[in-house]
């Protein structure tokens, strides 16, 4: 069949999401263009299956026009879920750290379905191989997984299954006799000079998750100080079942003179405008759509279209 359509109709049943080749298929952002795209769209349909927990499938090759001679295939995978469900977007081990797995080719669909990406990556060796993790916020089960210094623009979903698309930082505190420290970070790539950064147990072994180095670092397990960690033994591997509490070289000198078996108490939450409380959120890009229209311009150089994978609600 062929349209002739100013947004891809890669969504169209009420409970569809769509996981595609693309850039991130959102609501309103800061991407809109005055002068989108018309574009020519041919979808061909390939297959469809429908999973033991009602997920259905549909496979499509998709070919988008535009212009007098560009053009852009793609696979599109739609999924069309029952009453009620929604999308996992962060899944599964090495999930706790972020990295997200495509679960479409679940034989029986007891895991959902996932988007495979989301925003810019880092690599990790992990098992002798590189492994790539989203760069911006991640949340997991209403549990953050990664928030940055700055509040990230996300893709998810609220605690209520509401499409989400704003942006989520962090906020929290690290408590120590009468000293209190804002939290900068958990579990990001980076720690600034005036950072109070916090790394959960996910990120112990550093063959599996190189964290970055803090200038001084506590090891803190059931709200007690284990190690004082000082030069040349930060950002090494810490035991199983540990956070580690990691200084910038601006809290250097107060962060050392704890003394390990002291108490010091750790709070980490996701921090969403209006106080909104998210289930699933995954670090997005610029937008395909924005408000039902086409957010991005007819420039065949342009970096940010470049194929990425896209997700979408309508």
């Keep these: 069949m062929r349209h002739r359509i100013r947004v891809a109709r890669?969504?169209?049943?009420?409970?569809?999401?769509?996981?595609?080749?693309?850039?991130?298929?959102?609501?309103?952002?800061d991407a809109a263009v005055s002068n989108p795209c018309t574009m020519r769209v041919t979808l061909d349909r390939v297959s469809s299956?429908?999973?033991?927990?009602?997920?259905?499938?549909?496979?499509?090759?998709?070919?988008?026009?535009?212009?007098?001679?560009?053009?852009q295939s793609a696979e599109v995978?739609?999924?069309?879920?029952?009453?009620?469900?929604?999308?996992?977007?962060?899944?599964?081990?090495?999930?706790?750290?972020?990295?997200?797995?495509?679960?479409?080719?679940?034989?029986?669909?007891k895991?959902?379905?996932?988007?495979v990406n989301g925003d810019f990556f880092y690599g990790y060796r992990i098992d002798g191989q590189t492994v790539y993790l989203p760069r911006n916020a991640s949340v997991k089960n209403g549990k953050p997984i990664r928030l940055g210094p700055v509040?990230?623009?996300?893709?998810?979903?609220?605690?209520?299954?509401?499409?989400?698309?704003?942006?989520?930082?962090?906020k929290g505190t690290v408590s120590h006799g009468s000293k209190v420290y804002k939290v900068d970070s958990l579990n990001w790539h980076v720690i600034g000079d005036g950072a109070v950064a916090i790394f959960t147990p996910a990120w112990a072994d550093?063959?599996?998750?190189n964290r970055p180095a803090g200038a001084v670092e506590w090891v803190v397990k059931k709200g007690k100080i284990l190690d004082v960690r000082t030069g040349t033994q930060t950002g090494k591997t810490v035991n199983p079942h540990t956070m580690v509490v990691?200084?910038?070289?601006?809290?250097?000198?107060?962060?050392?003179r704890a003394n390990p078996g002291s108490d010091a108490s750790i709070d980490v939450?996701?921090?969403?405008?209006?106080?909104?409380?998210?289930?699933?959120?995954?670090?997005?890009?610029?937008?395909?759509?924005?408000?039902?229209?086409?957010?991005?311009?007819?420039?065949?150089?342009?970096?940010?279209?470049?194929?990425?994978?896209?997700?979408?609600?309508?």
């Design 10 to 29: 890669a969504v169209a049943a009420s409970t569809a999401v769509a996981v595609i080749g693309g850039l991130l298929l959102v609501g309103p952002s």
């Design 151 to 170: 509040r990230t623009r996300v893709v998810g979903i609220d605690k209520n299954g509401v499409p989400f698309d704003e942006q989520v930082g962090v």
């Design 77 to 109: 995978h739609r999924m069309i879920m029952p009453a009620q469900a929604v999308p996992r977007l962060v899944t599964k081990d090495l999930g706790t750290l972020g990295q997200l797995r495509s679960q479409l080719e679940s034989p029986k669909g």
């Design 269 to 314: 939450k996701q921090s969403a405008p209006g106080g909104v409380q998210l289930r699933e959120a995954i670090g997005r890009g610029v937008a395909l759509v924005d408000g039902g229209q086409v957010a991005l311009p007819c420039e065949p150089r342009w970096y940010p279209q470049r194929p990425r994978t896209t997700v979408g609600w309508d």
């Design 206 to 209: 550093t063959s599996t998750a």
């Design 49 to 71: 299956v429908t999973y033991a927990n009602g997920v259905e499938r549909q496979k499509y090759n998709v070919k988008v026009s535009w212009g007098a001679d560009r053009s």
């Design 246 to 256: 990691a200084f910038g070289k601006n809290f250097a000198r107060e962060a050392r």
């Design 111 to 115: 895991r959902g379905i996932a988007a």
